[in-house]
C-alpha cells in the first residue's frame, strides 16, 4: 500500500516571511531610485560631461554665430569667430596610470601648457577626480586641427609603441564658441560699438540691433535606442542677421584722418586737462542730403573696439586708479558715447539757414527784402550786438546769410514771430528724435510758444538760446539744400540672413517736405555766397560748387548756467554741388586747444581737406575754373588742388562692382548779450511723445 505524500500548508509564518522579503526589495528599489536622483541633480552635469568626452552620448549646445556689421560695399567692421575651451576630465586621465604622461605631452605641445602644473592638476587631491577643468579658452580652429592631428593613429607610418601613446590620451575634449572681432580696430567705433562675452550689445549698432544680431543656439542630443545602437538629433542653431551699414570704410577713414590730424596740430595747446588732445571734442557727420544715409560719422574719442576699457588716451594710468568704480564707469560712458547722437549744445549760426528758409516759405519775408545793420538791436531794454558791432550796413537776404548777420536775422525773427518761429523748428524736427538708429539720442531742449518772448526769439533766430545735437542740425541743413526734403537719417542699408539673403531692405524715409523747391533755391545761392565771400571763404573747395554756413557759439559753465569766458564751440555746416547737392558735412570743434578759440577757421578748413578727398572718390565732376591766385590765397597748391579729380568728361577707374577706386577766415563769436537755453529734460521727459530709441528686435522686421 502507497505511502500518501503529505500535502504543506503555504501558512502564516511563510507569508510573514515572503511579505518582509518583498518590502526589503522594494525599499532599496526605493533607496537606490532616489539616490539616483539625487545624482542627477547634485552631479548629473558632471557625470554627463564625462560621458560626452569617452562615449559620445551628447546633449550638448550648439551656439549660434552673431550676425556681422559692414560698411555699404561689404568690409566687415564686425564679425563672430569659431574659438573652443579645452576642457579636462581628470578623472578619466586617472583611470590608468599609462594615460597621464601622454596626456600631458599632447597638451603641452598643442596648447603651450605648463607639463608640471597638468601633472599637478590631475593627481592632486582636490582636482583628481575632477571631470571638467578649463585649461585654455579662445583656442582656435588651427590649433584644435593640429591637436587632432598630433594625436590621430591613423593615415601615418607609426609604430606601436607610438600608436598605443597616442590612443593613451585621455580626457580632453572641446567646448565650442564665438568671440567678437573688429578687424579694423577703432575705425568707425563711435558707430559699431561693441559687445560683451554674452553677445550683449553694449553701445553703437552692437547695442542698438542687439536682438537682430543674436540668433538662437541649438542643440546635439544623443542616446540608445532599443537596440543599444547610438542614435543622434541635431537641432541646428539660428544664427543671427548681419546689417549692412551705410557707412563707407574710405570715406570713414578719410575723415578720420584729418580729425587726427587736427587733434596733434592743436595739442600743445594751453589746456592741459585735454592730456594731449587739439579739443574737447572734434566731430564730424557726412551724410547723402537725398537719402538720409550715413557715409561717416566720426570723433576724436575713438578706442579700440577689441580692448574698449583702455582709456590711455585720455586718462593718465595713476589717475584712473584713484577713481571708484562709479567714477570709473563715468570715464568708459564718456569715451563709448557719440558726441554726435548725444550730445546737446548751442549750434550758434549753423542755424541761421532755417531761419531764413522758414521766414520765406511764410512770407514773412521776400527773398529779394533788404535789411539794415547798424551793429546791433535793442530787444525790449536788451541791447544784443552783431558780430561786426560797426554794422554791416543795407544788406540782401542772401548777403545777410553770408555775412553771418545777427542784426537782420533778428529783424527776420521779428517778422517771424514767435508762433511761426517755434512752429518751424519742430517741422525741421528739433526737440524730437530724428529717429536716427543709434542709441541714446539725445532731443536738445527748446522753448515753446508759452515761454518764448522777444529776448529768446532774436537769439534763437541766430542759434543761441536752445540746444541740438549734430544730427539734428544735420538732417535740418539737407532739408535746407535739397529741394526742401526732410529724410530721417539711418545708419543701416540692408539687414542680410546668415545665407546672404535680404531680410530687410531700408530705404529712404521722407518724413515730411518743411520749405518748396524754390526756397531751397535761395537758400542754395546763399550759402555758395558764403563760401566764396563770406564766413565760409575757408571752406572753399578748387573745381566745386560749395554752399555752407559757419557757425561759432559760446558755453554755458554747467557750474553757475553763466557763459562761459573764453569757451566755445566752432563749426561748418555745407553741401557740395550746392546746386544738385551729393554730400553734406557738418565739422564741429568744441573747445580748440588755443588761447582765442573764436579765431583760426578749424573746422572750416578741415572741412575743405575732407570733400576734396570725398568728391573724387564720389564721381563727383569738377565743375569751375580757378587760378593760381586763388589756390595760393587759400594755401592750396595745383597739385593737391588736381589730385584725384575728375573732370565731367573723364571715366573714372572703377572695380568689378562698379566702385570707384581711390588713389590712397577767422570768425567772431555769436556772442552778445544773449538767453540761455531751456533746461535740460529728465530721461523721463526725453520719452514723452518721441519715437522709441531703445533699438529694434527680430519682430519688427518683416521678411522680404
Known sequence: ????????????????????????VLLVLVIL?????????????????????????????????????????????????????????????????????????????????????????????ATRNSQY?????????????????????????????????????????????????????????????????????????????????????????????EDSELQRTVIEPENGYSLVSTLDVNIQQIVEKYI????????????????????????????????????????????????????????????????????????????????????????????????????????????????????????????????????????????????????????????????????YQRLFNFGSRTGIDLPN?????????????????????????????????????????NGGYYYQPHMVKQILNDQGGVVKTNDPILLRQPISASTSKVLQEALEMGVLYGTGRKAWVPGYRVGGKTGTAEKINPENGQRWQGRYIVSFIGAAPINDPEVMIYSVVDEPNVDDQTQGGYPHVMSRKILMEILPYLNIPVTEEYTDEELADHGITREEAEAGRITETETPETDEDGNVIQSADSQVADNPNISNPPAEKTEEEQQEGVPDNAGITREDLGEE
Open 260 to 423: 587726427k590730424q587736427l587733434d596733434e596740430e592743436l595739442s600743445d595747446g594751453p589746456n592741459q586737462e585735454l592730456n594731449g588732445h587739439g579739443a574737447k571734442n572734434i566731430a564730424v557727420i557726412v551724410m547723402n542730403p537725398k537719402t538720409g544715409e550715413i557715409y561717416a560719422m566720426a570723433t576724436n574719442h575713438s578706442y579700440d573696439l577689441s580692448d574698449p576699457y583702455d582709456v590711455s588716451s585720455w586718462y593718465e594710468e595713476k589717475d584712473l586708479e584713484t577713481l571708484t568704480d562709479e567714477e570709473k564707469a563715468e570715464v568708459y560712458n564718456d569715451l563709448w558715447s557719440n558726441f554726435c547722437v548725444s550730445y546737446a549744445f548751442e549750434p550758434g549760426s549753423t542755424f541761421k539757414p532755417i531761419t531764413v528758409s522758414s521766414a520765406i516759405e511764410t512770407g514773412s519775408i521776400d527773398p529779394d527784402d533788404t535789411f539794415y545793420c547798424d551793429g546791433y538791436e535793442f530787444i525790449t531794454d536788451t541791447r544784443i550786438n552783431c558780430d561786426n558791432v560797426n554794422g554791416h550796413g543795407m544788406e540782401t537776404v542772401r548777403e545777410a546769410i553770408q555775412n553771418s548777420c545777427n542784426d537782420a536775422l533778428m529783424q527776420i525773427g521779428y517778422q517771424l514771430g514767435v508762433e511761426k518761429f517755434c512752429k
Open 133 to 225: 577643468q578649463i585649461l585654455k579658452k579662445k583656442v582656435t580652429q588651427e590649433e584644435k586641427d593640429a591637436y587632432e592631428t598630433s594625436i590621430s593613429t591613423s593615415g601615418e607610418d607609426l609604430t606601436e609603441k607610438e600608436i598605443a601613446e597616442r590612443q593613451n590620451v585621455q580626457g580632453i575634449w572641446f567646448e565650442e564658441n564665438y568671440v567678437r572681432e573688429y578687424p579694423m580696430k577703432s575705425l568707425a567705433s563711435t558707430v559699431v560699438g561693441f559687445s560683451n562675452d554674452l553677445s550683449d550689445g553694449i553701445v553703437g549698432l552692437e547695442s542698438y540691433y542687439t536682438d537682430v544680431l543674436n540668433g538662437v543656439n541649438g542643440r546635439e542630443f544623443g542616446y540608445l535606442n
Open 33 to 125: 531610485n532616489l539616490r539616483i536622483a539625487y545624482i542627477n541633480i547634485k552631479s548629473g552635469d558632471k557625470y554627463a560631461k564625462q560621458v560626452l568626452s569617452q562615449k559620445e552620448y551628447d546633449s550638448r549646445s550648439i551656439p549660434y554665430r552673431r550676425g556681422e556689421i559692414r560698411d555699404r560695399n561689404g568690409n566687415v567692421l564686425a564679425r563672430s569667430e569659431k574659438v573652443y575651451t579645452v576642457i579636462l576630465d581628470c578623472k578619466a586621465v586617472n583611470e590608468k596610470e599609462a594615460y597621464l604622461e601622454p596626456t600631458v605631452k599632447a597638451l603641452a605641445a598643442s596648447f603651450g601648457l605648463d607639463e608640471t602644473e597638468l601633472r599637478s592638476l590631475i593627481t592632486a587631491e
Open 1 to 24: 500500500m502507497k505511502k500518501r505524500r503529505r500535502k504543506q500548508k503555504f501558512d502564516k509564518q511563510m507569508q510573514k516571511k515572503l511579505l518582509g522579503v518583498f518590502a526589503f
Open 441 to 481: 539720442e539725445n532731443i536738445g531742449s527748446l522753448y515753446s510758444t508759452e515761454n518764448m518772448h522777444e529776448v529768446e526769439l532774436a537769439t534763437n533766430t541766430f542759434g543761441q538760446g536752445f540746444t541740438c545735437t549734430m544730427i539734428q542740425e544735420a538732417a535740418a541743413f539737407c532739408a535746407v539744400v
